[in-house]
Each structure stands twice: as structure tokens, then as C-alpha cells.
């Protein structure tokens, strides 16, 4: 009998992450905007495009302080991230298989990538062969994902993450660090992106270059638009709200 938690699902975004995210910010009962949680990570500020438009241009980037901006609005991430080539990969499956239940079994919601196509998921419930989740192109919920299957793919990134309700800090601070985030992102360090990938204005030249060189990928051409678009929509909305908040204090 699958061990599950009630009323967690993903909420549909281009950007799965933070749909994954809002879902179970949904679910914790946190109040917190589509356009704050977007702005205040600085997602919705940033870019990062592959030299040829590739569709993993959104999500293949080191997003470790996109995650701990968290904690400002009032949540933490925490989990098990590697890689299939890990000397300890199985290890890894396994800890995020033992973390996963546990977090279930106390209410908490999870979230990680790729249980179904390459992007994230929010993991709703368990039972002895896997996980059950919720996100692109499995609205309604999908299951059981072998949890020994989790990473092993052609991809073979492992990552499953609980999301656990925290303390959010003023609203000064969280613009401040947030903006911080995306200046630096934008100067395409390795510490941020991978290489044959640009962000900030970098990205935006590399954009036009793959297009004018005709060595757009189609695909990547209408994923990479409807990402960055939803996020420019909502980095409008997050100073929308920014400025409300100010003139409010």
C-alpha cells in the first residue's frame, strides 16, 4: 500500500524547479507569490544559453544559491545531489530513497529530477518499489519510479530534495541578496555555469549568434523562449511587488 501525502502537486511552470518548489510551498502552507519566489531566487532575473540553443540551457547550471535563496522567503532545501559516474553513486540512490521516506513519513513534501523526463518533479508518496511524483506531462500523478532508477540515465544527474518550512528575513535583505545572486551570475563564472554556456548579456549575444550562424536547435529555440519569457514576466511582477512593499514599511 503506497504511503503518500495529501493535496501535493507541482505547480505547472516552464520553469519545473520552481513549479516543484511552489507546489510544496503550497502545501506547507507558506504564503509566497509566484513573482516573489521567482524574483527573490533570482531566477527570474537570469539567463543561461548554450552555444547552439540547447534545451538544457534552463537547467544546466550550478544552482546551489538559487536554492539557498530560499531561506530568505521562508523555506530550506536540503537532500542528495551526484552524479552516475560518483564512485558512490548507489550509495547516493539509497540515501535519497531512505531520506525521501522519512520525509513522507513526517509530512514533509520532496522534489527531485528527471523520475520521468529531464526536468523536476514533486514526489508526493512511496511504496516498497518507489516513488510517486507529480509534474511535466504527469499533472495528476505517476508511480512507482524504481528508486534504483533514480540518475540512471543518459543524463545521469541524481537529485532529490525536501523542502521543510523555515523563517523568512526582511524584505530589504532579500532583494539585496537576491540582486547580489544575479550580477554575479551574469558574469558567467564557472562557479555559476557550465562551459559552451553564457549568462547576462554574454548569453543573450550567444542567442543571437546561434541564430544568425543558423545552429539554433529548433527545440531549443521555443523551450529556451517560453523559460526566459515566463521569467521575465515575473522579475516585472517581483519589482511590481518589491516597490509595494516599500512604500507599504
Known sequence: MPKRIGNLKWKPKWVSHLGCIKGCLDYLGLDVSDAWLFGATGHAFIINMHEVVCPSGPTAWHTQRFMELGNNIGYSIEGVCGWKSDKDFA???????????????????????????????????????????????????????????????????????????????????????????????????????????????AGFDTWIQALEEGKAHSWGMAYNSAVWHECRLLAARFLEEAKGEWAAG
Open 91 to 201: 550509495l547516493k540512490q539509497e540515501r535519497a530513497w531512505e531520506d525521501t521516506r522519512r520525509a513522507i513519513d513526517e509530512g514533509l513534501p520532496c522534489y527531485g529530477w528527471e523520475l520521468d523526463i529531464p526536468e523536476y518533479y514533486v514526489v508526493y508518496g512511496y511504496d516498497d518499489k518507489g516513488y510517486y511524483f507529480s509534474g511535466p506531462k504527469c499533472d495528476g500523478g505517476k508511480g512507482p519510479k524504481p528508486w534504483r532508477e533514480l540518475g540512471n540515465t543518459d543524463i545521469g544527474l541524481l537529485e532529490m530534495y525536501t523542502v521543510r518550512p523555515g523563517r523568512s528575513v526582511e524584505d530589504a535583505k532579500t532583494i539585496r541578496e537576491a540582486v547580489q545572486f544575479v550580477l554575479e551570475h551574469a558574469e558567467s563564472p564557472a562557479q555559476w555555469v557550465f562551459p559552451k554556456y553564457k549568462a547576462g548579456l
